[in-house]
């Protein structure tokens, strides 16, 4: 075995020791949010523990939060998306259902993440049907102060890039819904 082979045999190993560790992860964040351990670590919320214990942005921990939420939602089990990087099942996460879970976890196996992100936001967006809900938006604005600023954006990042969107206010509904949707499981 040629050195760049056993270069290539080593990463491809750290990968999978990468995956192992990053779904670990999301099942501990995932306990410690459901559970509001933090409050018992002495911080008011999960992100802030998150900033100032761990070395992860918050952002990927909602991440990782979101994909275990979603999988359990569906039944399924972390060797169901075995081989999927984190980016990957952030990618999917929000557009499985029962109904597809099995094609787009395939489809996440085989394809690379731009693959997998282009197809995603091809699925039946209908540009003409946005132009007519333009025009019947209202705009609504809040004023924050630059912590609660700095939150509130990076929980926009992360819910646009998880549901696919360049939309703040598609996020923004996202995420209400979401937090109704969690309020009707407890």
Known sequence: ????????QQIKELQNSLNENYMALADLLYEAWVERYYLEYGYSSLYEYIEAELDIK???AAYLISIKKKLLKLGLDWQDVEGIGWRKLGCISSHLNQDNHKELIEKAKNLSLRELSAELSQGGV???QENKEEAHKIRMTIMLDKDSMGIV???LDEAKHIWNTQSNSEA???ICY???MSLEEN
């Not at 075995?1 to 290539?8: D, G, K, L």
Request: aromatic share 8%; net charge positive; charged share 40%.
């Open 153 to 155: 954006q990076t929980a």
């Open 1 to 8: 075995m040629t050195r760049a082979e056993q270069v290539r």
């Open 126 to 128: 209908d540009v003409e």
């Open 172 to 174: 923004l509904k996202n």
């Open 178 to 180: 979401e937090w109704f």
């Open 58 to 60: 918050p952002r990927k």
